[in-house]
């Protein structure tokens, strides 16, 4: 990515958090929330996953030794967190 393409990235997404709270949007939609969150992030403080909490019925996972990007870093310890949560929360078949 060029540097131009990082800063403007980066702008946009303080743009997008200014407008409206990451915990809020998810909110509105009332549906199932899983958040899985690694606990060496660096972009972003860990300790900030709670705040999804707020979202009623949510499940909050920090993953230990992972950073931002969980689902590049160990695939398949984040599929075997998400795959239970989307079987629990599919529509019926019906």
Do not use: I, Y
Request: net charge positive.
């Amino acid at each position: 990515m060029t540097l131009h393409g990082t800063v403007a990235t980066g702008r946009g997404a303080e743009e997008f958090l200014r407008r409206r709270a990451v915990p809020a949007r998810p909110a509105a939609l009332a549906k199932p929330l899983l958040v899985l969150f690694g606990e060496q992030d660096h972009r972003w403080r860990p300790s900030s996953a709670a705040d999804c909490t707020a979202v009623p019925g949510a499940r909050v996972e920090l993953l230990p030794g992972l950073g931002h990007s969980p689902m590049l870093e160990d695939p398949q310890r984040t599929l075997s967190r998400l795959l239970p949560f989307l079987a629990a929360h599919a529509p019926s078949p019906n």
